[in-house]
């Protein structure tokens, strides 16, 4: 009764995940709460255990309800990561680690048939009440530390530790080139005279459950060789992607295209999965700089993503279309297309905007989304609406960086409209900019910025008037001179946020 009720709280949470669709949902809360109670069943159940009579019936009833509580906290860090709580999600999984592996001899054999001594002679060849369930279909220990392990290696990716999201897709390997994924806790036990007697809620017979345990064990198989592709190649791509080298870069594309022609064999052509290695691929290829085959797989992406919207999926929402849309932006804006770029920009702008309508902090996609409308603004020579955009980056970030106005985002926030304002022709609003984020910078940064702003333009291009109007004191002079100044050491040191 208590394994039932575990795996009806674990079944309920697999539902209403589902339900809850792509991205973080409050709905994804139902599922952390139906998962906590399933594991707090696994833990009050060895309690009960002690009680049990038969070293074989104890035995077997504690592996299975280890069995069931790693595959609650693997579902738990599946959650968390969701949520974008990854150290809590990292947690987990080493909590269902430390299960697996102090448990790690029973799960081999948790379904195997007792000794001699404890076998009764009913006519079936084994005692009915030293046997505690006749179904076997539980996932053995070999699936579920190859979905640890790939869980743990995405979670080590996200926390900067590439080193260990390879060393655990080598282990991976190693795993998958020998038998030991073949599940040895499957076995012919001999025929008997009883069904699925143990369970109140339904019977079946002894032919019908050995042939459902069968298409069970297809599955599993099924399911290992597919996450061993994505751990050899999707998270050896991400490994690569990580490192950032160009070799690493080009290693990360081939893998990704190795594994999209897996999938398209196994999967349809617009499955989710090959939506997100499409989105991978065209990111690696935007670094390579490759720009036209970067914005082909990134449409192909979206297309995808699209259609998936279109037919009333929950499997994406929009935060994955605004990341994509970006992404696509980004290759316009190098190519130059600079109107194709800015009309993507604002619809993914639009999406983030949707996204952070209910919280009372700017977020930071927003930002950045900003800051490239305003350099392509300016690239387009729509000065105004440049510092227009510029103008709600300075705001948002404020109130992101909770009012710190020496903050060296701000600052530089403020050197790039000083710079749009001279090319503007806007000298005297430029020199004040300048003065405003000299005021914002450290005691040294400060000097150093007064200082130039000084000495500007007194031995380059022979400046505008004469040095004895600036010694005078001459607004005007000193303004154009500083200005200037300043506008060459931003060009010699661009500031601006690059697509």
């Known amino acids: 009764e208590y394994a039932a009720l575990v795996a009806a709280r674990l079944n309920t949470a697999s539902l209403e995940y589902r339900k809850a669709g792509g991205g973080m949902s409050d709905n994804l809360q139902k599922v952390l709460e139906n998962l906590g109670l399933a594991l707090n069943d696994c833990h009050s159940i060895e309690a009960l255990v002690d009680s049990f009579e038969g070293s074989y019936c104890k035995s077997k009833m504690f592996e299975l309800f280890g069995v069931l509580e790693v595959v609650a906290h693997v579902n738990i860090g599946t959650v968390f990561y969701r949520l974008n709580k990854v150290r809590d999600a990292l947690a ?52 579920l530390l190859l979905v640890l392990r790939l869980n743990l290696s995405r979670v080590s990716l996200r926390v900067n530790n590439p080193d260990g999201a390879e060393e655990l897709c080598k282990l991976i390997a190693q795993e998958a080139s020998s038998s030991s994924l073949q599940r040895k806790c499957f076995r012919n036990l001999p025929p008997r005279n009883f069904g ?58 081939n893998h990704y295209n190795r594994l999209l022609s897996l999938a398209r064999v196994k999967l349809d052509h617009r499955h989710p999965y090959i939506c997100a290695l499409l989105e991978r691929r065209g990111a690696v290829l935007f670094e390579q700089q490759k720009l036209q085959c970067s914005m082909l797989s990134y449409l192909a992406c979206l297309k995808i993503l699209e259609h998936q919207q279109a037919t009333g999926s929950n499997v994406f929402n929009k935060a994955d279309l605004a990341r994509v849309l970006y992404g696509i932006a980004r290759v316009l804006h190098d190519k130059e297309d600079y109107l194709d770029a800015l009309h993507t920009y604002q619809r993914a702008l639009a999406c983030q905007r949707d996204l952070a309508a209910g919280s009372s902090r700017p977020t930071l996609d927003v930002i950045t989304t900003l800051c490239n409308i305003s350099r392509v603004h300016h690239l387009m020579g729509d000065i105004d609406a440049a510092l227009v955009a510029n103008q709600e980056v300075l705001q948002l970030a404020t109130i992101l960086v909770c009012g710190k106005m020496d903050h060296p985002f701000l600052i530089n926030r403020l050197k790039i409209e000083g710079n749009i304002l001279v090319e503007a022709g806007r000298v005297e609003d430029a020199m004040r900019t300048f003065i405003e984020a000299a005021r914002r910078c450290c005691d040294n940064g400060r000097d150093r910025m007064i200082n130039t702003l000084m000495r500007g333009g007194s031995n380059s291009r022979g400046g505008n008037g004469s040095q004895e109007d600036a010694d005078a004191g001459d607004s005007s002079v000193l303004s154009i001179r500083s200005a200037t100044s300043m506008a060459l050491i931003a060009f010699l040191h661009p500031s601006a946020a690059a697509a």
């Not at 909590?95 to 079936?124: C, H, Q, W, Y």
């Not at 459950?209 to 069970?216: E, Q, R």
């Not at 597919?226 to 050896?236: D, G, M, P």
């Open 196 to 253: 699925f007697h143990r369970s109140n809620s339904f019977s079946i017979t002894s032919s019908a459950l050995a042939t459902a345990s069968a298409a069970y064990q297809h599955d599993i198989d099924r399911r290992s060789k597919w996450l061993c592709s994505v751990a050899e190649h999707y998270l050896a791509g991400l490994v690569r992607e990580a490192r950032g080298e160009p070799n690493d870069y080009k290693s990360a594309v």
């Open 92 to 143: 987990s999984f080493e909590s269902a680690k430390e299960v697996l592996e102090k448990r790690s001899e029973g799960f081999e054999n948790i379904f195997e048939s007792p000794d001699e001594s404890e076998v009764g002679m009913n006519g079936t060849g084994i005692n009915d009440e030293m046997h505690p369930h006749d179904d076997n279909r539980f996932p053995p220990r070999t699936y």
